[in-house]
């Protein structure tokens, strides 16, 4: 099992920078994948950007050039997100993959509005 916590959301202006924290916790040795996904009103959840532990990272199209995803040990993720644009709110949910099985947290609000 794994718990995934978020933390960071809030309301930004149009421009400005957040940045996104995900604290996990339980079997975390044996993650493999760790991302950053996102769901606005009324459309399907999406990947944003995810990092394939060891290996490589990957981002959206829409988000590539503004946000970047790092880990700083086994069980903290984070999102630096610049650049914000009104397109980018959503709830932000942090994602893990462990031998097979996918994990997900709670969510928080990003809201990009002036």
């Known amino acids: 099992q794994v718990q995934l916590v978020e933390s960071g959301g809030g309301l930004v202006q149009p421009g400005g920078s957040l940045s996104l924290a995900c604290a996990a916790s339980?079997?975390?040795?044996?993650?493999?994948?760790m991302g950053w996904y996102r769901q606005a009103p009324g459309k399907r959840r999406e990947l944003v950007a995810e990092?394939?532990?060891?290996?490589?990272t990957q981002y959206a199209d829409s988000v590539k050039g503004r946000f970047t995803i790092a880990r700083d040990n086994a069980n903290m993720l984070y999102l630096q997100m610049n650049s914000l644009k009104p397109e980018d709110t959503a709830v932000y949910y942090c994602?893990?993959?462990?031998?097979?099985?996918?994990?997900w947290g709670q969510g928080t609000q990003v809201t990009v509005s002036s």
């Open positions: 339980g079997s975390i040795l044996s993650i493999s994948v």
């Open positions: 994602n893990a993959v462990n031998s097979g099985r996918v994990y």
């Open positions: 990092d394939i532990i060891g290996r490589s």
